[in-house]
């Protein structure tokens, strides 16, 4: 098996690039996340600012607000010359930290990981099947093994647990999620949704673990519909990728899109009544148990991604997927991902270590740097903070935790 290093070193250029540079944002961003003057924490202030405003998740945005993404980062030094074992240790540190953070700190819990790989090389990469190798070595390295492959693609869904202790009960849940993935190589192609600043990206959103917080911690109520209102309007979200006068959703160019409901106001799935009380006027006459996509949000590694197509090769056969499982209390997914499955100490302590045990490092500082390193830093850093959400996006009020 090839190594991150020579994967790294086997990647090509994408030759779009060269006519069609990054957007704005992704260039600013770019710009301080491969400032090797950087610290951590001012890359993660900036991902943390992206995230709030240029991301169409709804549960991402949220979490970057309120501080409740943990960032791993990986730069070119780590991909081109740290060996897989130092890899691999390095992610088994950052999600440990994250998970006993997510189980026991109510003022700093993390709902969110993302892991960067924050390299120019990986970032103007093609997205051919080297840059799919070197994300696919990733992913092994990061201990989310492919639970299935798709049926259709070589698509890869993994899954993983994040814990929260009950404070009424004094007990551990585990709340089931599905990692994402997200890459530079995205902008400006038709999976434009699935861009990220740096190169590559990992995301860990676990929903549950953000509903049974807010109801635990923040006392609100209606958790399992202020969950639904913010997955259809992620959906809803979907970057518009041409321009048109059409309302089509597949005419604008968007990756997902929220199904209608038929002539009589029925969903697709009938026996589900829908849990909202209050339905936002932006996705207001939709179907509340399945949307559509040219990509499934399900997976990890997409294989479409890598094809290097104008048209997704999904466009004539879309995805159909489910919301039922955020609310329905039938469903058998809905305990794994949202009630959240009871555990025992042990069980979770076998994973994420003893409270008397832990070793909390500290932040990581860049190496002595000048002065006018440090102002540019700030510069960029300043930039980033004028960012403001596109005008297409749908955003709710109560944005959560």
């Known amino acids: ?5 020579e994967l790294f070193d086997r990647l090509n250029g994408d030759p779009r690039r060269i006519k069609l540079p990054f957007s704005d944002d992704l260039l600013q961003a770019n710009a301080l996340l ?8 001012e890359m993660a202030e900036c991902l943390a600012l992206w995230c ?19 960032f791993c980062f990986l730069r070119d030094a780590a991909v081109a010359g740290w060996s897989d074992a130092e890899i691999a240790e390095k992610i088994r540190e950052e999600k440990q930290l994250w998970k006993q953070r997510a189980a026991f700190d109510s003022k700093r819990a993390a709902h969110s990981l993302v892991i960067v790989i924050a390299s120019p090389r990986v970032a103007l990469a093609a997205p051919d099947q080297q840059l799919r190798a070197f994300c696919d070595r990733i992913l092994e390295l990061a201990g989310w093994e492919n639970d ?10 993994t899954s993983d647990y994040l814990y929260l202790r009950n404070p009424t009960d004094g007990g551990f849940y585990g709340f089931q999620f599905n990692a994402d993935f997200f890459a530079c190589a995205g902008d400006n192609r038709w999976w434009h949704d699935h861009r990220f600043p740096g190169g590559i990206a990992f995301t860990a959103n ?12 923040q006392a609100k109520d209606h958790n399992e519909a202020w969950g639904l209102t913010q997955a259809m309007l992620t959906i809803q ?7 048109t006068d059409s309302s089509i959703p597949q ?5 997902t899109w929220l199904r209608p409901l038929d002539a009589s106001g029925r969903p697709l799935v009938e026996n589900v009544s829908c849990p909202l009380a209050k339905v936002p006027s932006t996705i207001e006459g939709k179907d509340w148990t399945r949307y559509e996509g040219l990509l499934h949000t399900d997976h990890a590694v997409r294989e479409e991604f890598f094809v290097d197509r104008e048209i997704a090769p999904t466009a004539s056969k879309p995805y159909l997927m489910d919301f039922t499982y955020l609310y329905d209390d039938k469903q058998e997914e809905f305990e794994e991902f949202t009630r959240g499955k009871r555990l025992s100490e042990e069980e979770v302590y076998a994973e994420i270590g003893r409270p008397e045990d832990w070793t909390h490092r500290a ?7 000048s002065e006018e390193q440090a102002a540019k830093v700030a510069e960029q850093l300043l930039t980033c903070r004028r960012w403001e959400a596109p005008s297409w996006y749908a955003i709710d009020n109560d944005e959560g935790t």
């Open 52 to 70: 709030q405003q240029r991301q169409p998740c709804q549960f991402g945005r949220a979490a970057a607000k309120h501080g409740r993404i943990h």
């Open 148 to 157: 299935r492959r798709g049926v259709r693609l070589r698509n890869t869904v």
């Open 237 to 243: 979200n979907a970057a518009p990728t041409k321009s």
């Open 251 to 255: 005419d604008q160019g968007r990756v």
């Open 34 to 41: 491969h400032n090797t003057a950087a610290t951590e924490d």
């Open 363 to 369: 932040s990581s500082r860049a190496e002595s740097r």
């Open 1 to 5: 098996m090839s190594t991150v290093a």
């Open 206 to 217: 676990s929903t549950g673990h953000m509903i049974r917080f807010r109801e635990w911690y």
